[in-house]
């Protein structure tokens, strides 16, 4: 018997059944307008199964705020976000970024006070950034990065020691302390030199895991410096203790603004376009991303976030074995500051949405400033 047939035979029944009993009741309005009202439903429900709409039905599925929870992939969690830290050379600083809403560059004496709520809170994980003031700090070659003394060496042993379970992650780039402004060393036409500049940034990287980063994350760009730092580790036995997160997706553009009001790390002339990736390029991104799986990458990053959900998505399809993260960088941050406060939406709304459409994209770990906010937000 075909489908049709039976729902045709089970509808007979149904009206049979109904008809006898209207029979033995007839004289009860009642009974007649409870068996008309059946049959309807009948009616209705049988034609709904034989036009096949019943997959069209969505709003039963999240009518329920758990049950809309249940639709998402990936819920955003307390473990998924590392807070940025700008770390000064400072005696005793904490300077409010003015481009950058709520943040602060802080020198290492401020830096405990600061966090210790917001590990109560749940925090799990900062980024450092260094940033040296004092003059004659800067020069060419950015000597001052992986100073004993600085600003990144020096907040890793302190953090380690006063917040045993927070995880630190370290950038590692030579533009906050050379006197150009350029991630890595140049030749004397002021192109980059690629040789040398990643025989640093490795030693940088080495020196920051030495003094206890739980993470390296160089964010310079030059061609080969993830396999150059792999392999380092390899040799001075700390590979299985340290994880290498690469910059591996790094657009050049104009939101990093406020992150170089921060960091002091502006180009003294030209731009970073030469070894920052192409906004359009989404292919190189795609090699460039390949290439640093090929070379021991652990955690694959895009950066900025939001205007390259793309970029995430691939990176998520070709590293469908490793985390992926993404930086909600300066601008991006900045700009949702400004939305909010000219009145164009809800800044709590608007933080979300754009996180969670990071989530949605394929990342599982955000770098993103409204970590402190988040942390009272979410429950876990």
């Known amino acids: 018997m075909s489908f049709s047939s039976l729902v045709s035979d089970l509808a007979f029944r149904d009206n049979d059944q109904d008809e006898r009993k209207s029979t033995i009741s007839r004289s009860s309005p009642l ?24 997959s069209s039905q969505l709003h039963g599925g999240y009518c329920h705020p758990l049950a809309r929870s249940w639709q998402a992939e990936r819920q955003l969690t307390k473990s998924m976000l590392i ?28 830096l405990v006070p600061h966090l210790e709520p917001l590990v109560r809170k749940g925090l799990r994980s900062v980024i450092l950034f ?8 800067k020069d060419a070659l950015g000597t001052a990065a992986d100073d004993p003394k600085g600003p990144v060496i020096s907040a890793i042993r302190l953090l380690r020691a006063k917040f045993p379970s927070l995880f630190i992650v370290a950038d590692v780039c030579l533009c906050e302390y050379t006197s150009h402004g350029h991630c890595g060393i140049l030749r004397d036409d ?60 790094k657009f050049s553009g104009c939101l990093y603004g406020p992150f170089r009001d921060a960091a002091g790390s502006c ?33 694959i990053m895009v950066k900025p976030a939001s205007a390259y959900l793309d970029i995430i998505s691939d990176a998520k399809e070709i590293g469908r074995d490793l985390p992926i993260s993404a930086y ?26 754009s996180l969670n459409g990071i989530l949605r994209a394929g990342a599982s770990i955000i770098v993103s400033y409204y970590t402190p906010e988040l942390l009272d937000i979410l429950s876990t």
Do not use: W
Not at 271 to 287: E, I, M, S
Not at 347 to 352: E, N, P, R, V, Y
């Open 130 to 137: 260094g940033v040296p003031l004092q003059a004659g700090t």
């Open 267 to 299: 180009p003294a002339f030209g731009d970073r376009r030469c070894y920052q990736l192409p906004p359009g390029g989404r292919g190189l991104a795609r090699r460039a991303i390949r290439r640093d799986i090929d070379e021991g990458a652990d955690v």
């Open 83 to 110: 807070y940025p830290l700008f770390v000064s050379d400072s005696s005793s600083e904490e300077f409010l970024i003015p481009s950058l809403p709520n943040q602060h560059r802080r020198s290492i004496n401020k």
């Open 190 to 249: 002021g192109s980059l030199n690629n040789e040398l500049s990643v025989d640093r940034i490795s030693d940088v990287a080495m020196a920051y895991a030495e003094a206890g980063a739980h993470c390296v994350a160089p964010s310079d760009m030059n061609d080969g410096r993830i396999r150059a730092i792999k392999l380092k580790m390899i040799e001075a036995g700390i590979a299985h203790r340290v994880v290498l997160m690469s910059y591996a997706a």
């Open 328 to 353: 909600q960088v300066s601008g991006e941050f900045a700009m949702i500051h400004a939305g909010a406060k000219a009145g164009v939406f809800d800044l709590q709304d608007m933080m979300l949405e």
């Open 31 to 54: 009974s007649r307008g409870a068996s008309y009202a059946r049959s309807q439903a009948s009616t209705t429900a049988t034609s709904v199964s034989i036009s096949g709409d019943i």
